[in-house]
């Protein structure tokens, strides 16, 4: 059960949470339709390659991350999105492509997109393509420390 390890954490630090089981979805604004989430309210993670190491980007699921501003706010050229066989490996106990967006569970800084903190809550896929974790956005940021900053624009 890939959601184990998250909510261990979750538990041990007495967060409240909820789950949200959904029909299998393979796309953030898919997994927002099946969860009847709006594509603005759930957090999607993408892996981002920043010289030789891994972080986690968070934004909304109907954004998408806009390189240039992303190269500097981060103050350097060397960014790019990773491949998913650079990150599989980091995320054993997730499906490929579900990862929350935990860094702190997986060695990695988080950075959020500043649009993900005006709301009061926060939803994220939950280690598989069935589950979601919905809590208070300003739990999650204890918990996890993100940088917050300006790097995704609007989608499609």
């Known amino acids: ?6 909510r261990e954490h979750l538990d041990d630090r007495q967060i409240n949470y909820a789950v949200i089981t959904h029909s299998p979805a393979y796309t953030a604004q898919k997994v927002a339709a099946s969860a009847h989430i709006s594509g603005k309210n ?21 954004h998408l ?14 960014v790019a999105l990773a491949r998913e066989r650079e990150f599989k490996d980091n995320f054993p106990d997730c499906e490929v492509g579900t990862m929350p967006p935990f860094g702190n569970l997986y060695d990695m800084q988080v950075y959020v997109a500043k649009e993900l903190t005006a709301d009061k ?11 979601l974790i919905r809590m208070k956005y300003k739990d999650f940021a204890n918990l996890v420390n993100p940088v917050v900053g300006d790097f995704s624009v609007e989608g499609p």
Do not use: C, H, W
């Not at 991350?65 to 060397?78: A, H, S, V, Y």
């Not at 994220?124 to 069935?130: I, L, P, T, V």
């Open 1 to 6: 059960m890939p959601i184990k390890r998250l």
């Open 121 to 131: 809550e926060i939803a994220f896929n939950a280690g598989s393509y069935q589950e």
């Open 42 to 62: 759930l957090a999607k993670t993408v892996i981002v390659r920043t010289g030789d190491d891994l972080i986690m980007v968070v934004l909304p699921a109907n």
């Open 65 to 78: 991350i806009n390189l240039k501003k992303l190269k500097d706010f981060l103050g350097t050229e060397d």
